[in-house]
């Protein structure tokens, strides 16, 4: 199992090894320090908004315990942004490597038989998603009831000043 950021790496090795033993009359160069950190971060672009989500889900679930919060605080906002882009990320580039498709690098077939994980951190937010409505749909349950307990508690009350005044 490898990751996107090491496949990454080793395919810009494997580039620029590549290109400086057939120095001789080709037309590539090897990528640049600057060049390897923009393919980088845009192979694990998924990967750093699935840190991003986390944390914000993971302070959302934090500030829940001192205080109620809705699903309309801000970092669950955020966070349920960032999923659609999550598995747009995902969907798009499901095999690891970045220079797929670029400089004209051929992979051996191991390199083509890697596939991207699916993003953890969606079923994390779907998990948190429906643990909050079910909690928050059970409260709003309970208060139901407990307003009819009460209500009813008070009805009984009621009756009993009514019977007491009427003397029976």
Not at 28 to 36: L, M, N, Q, V, Y
Not at 131 to 150: D, I, P, Q, R, V
Request: hydrophobic share 40%.
């Amino acid at each position: 199992m490898q990751s996107p950021t090491s496949s990454c790496i080793r395919d810009i090795k494997d580039f620029n090894d590549a290109t400086s033993s057939s120095r001789e009359g080709g037309s590539d160069k090897p990528i640049s320090g600057f060049e390897a950190i923009r393919l980088l971060f845009g192979e694990t672009f998924c990967e750093v908004l699935g840190v991003i989500t986390a944390f914000l889900l993971t302070y959302f679930l934090a500030i829940c315990r001192d205080t109620p919060r809705n699903l309309d605080h801000w970092t669950y906002i955020v966070s349920s942004a960032l999923v659609p882009m999550q598995l747009g990320f995902f969907f798009h580039s499901k095999h690891l490597g970045c220079l797929r498709g670029h400089h004209g690098f051929d992979f051996n077939e191991s390199s083509e038989k890697m596939k991207r994980q699916f993003p953890v951190v969606v079923i994390y937010h779907t998990i948190v998603t429906f643990a909050f409505w079910f909690m928050k749909s059970g409260m709003e349950t309970c208060e139901e009831h407990l307003k009819m307990a009460t209500d009813s508690l008070r009805d009984c009350e009621r009756m009993d000043k009514k019977i007491e005044k009427k003397g029976i």
